[in-house]
């Protein structure tokens, strides 16, 4: 029978001590608070046609989380479905009607130049949507509700050149400006998250 030799043996044994520590992966930036009472409020830039969003319900289960968004505007309410995974973050109904696939608003770790294509139906197969998407630079955002570092994405329609916005995303935050090609810009003018 073959021995180790007591201070190969030693060596050995102090090996898996003298590894480094694994660092521990840093959070992902979260683009789309998900607490219940989370609410945004926002208006035209000159402050017209204000409408509010909230997060009305909220379930998180084995790393996916579903929650509801109500729109109010005026006497109009809207509710959007969407879940928030690994992947991104993702709108798959608007009420009831169901997105197949979810159609895919972001992913959360995002650098410029990143992008991605959602396709989907809405509402039977003869509405087919087509966006391609673009993460830019990260750059501050003056609104009402504060000045935030936040994240652009042109969203451009692969059927219609002239359906094209562009989306700022501030982490912690959410949605904060909204630019569409031909059309009014929206802005934050409220925010309050939720717990």
């Known amino acids: 029978m073959r021995t180790v030799a007591p201070s190969l043996a030693l060596l050995l044994l102090a090996l898996p001590a003298a590894a480094a520590p694994v660092p521990k992966l840093k959070a992902p930036p979260d683009y789309y608070p998900t607490e219940?009472?989370?609410?945004?409020?926002y208006?035209?830039?000159d402050g017209t046609n204000e409408h509010t969003r909230e997060v009305t319900a909220s379930d998180t289960k084995d790393g996916?989380?579903?929650?509801t968004v109500t729109w109010k505007q005026g006497g109009t309410t809207q509710?959007?479905?969407l879940k928030k995974d690994a992947t991104g973050v993702y709108r798959t109904k608007e009420d009831g009607v169901e997105f197949v696939p979810p159609h895919k608003l972001f992913e959360h770790r995002m650098a410029a130049g990143d992008e991605w294509t959602s396709e989907y139906s809405y509402g039977g197969e003869r509405n087919?949507?087509?966006?391609?998407?673009?993460?830019g630079k990260a750059e501050a955002v003056k609104t009402p509700a504060g000045?935030?570092?936040?994240?652009p994405i042109v969203s451009r329609s692969l059927?219609?050149?002239q359906n094209e916005s562009t989306l700022w995303y501030a982490n912690g935050v959410g949605l904060v400006k909204l630019e569409h090609k031909r059309g009014a810009t929206v802005v934050l003018r409220?925010?309050?998250r939720g717990k």
Not at 36 to 41: E, I, S
């Open 147 to 151: 000045t935030y570092t936040a994240v």
């Open 64 to 67: 996916v989380t579903t929650f």
């Open 128 to 135: 087919t949507f087509k966006f391609s998407r673009t993460a």
């Open 43 to 45: 208006a035209q830039e």
């Open 36 to 41: 219940v009472g989370t609410k945004w409020v």
């Open 159 to 161: 059927e219609n050149a």
């Open 79 to 81: 509710l959007w479905e």
């Open 190 to 192: 409220e925010f309050t």
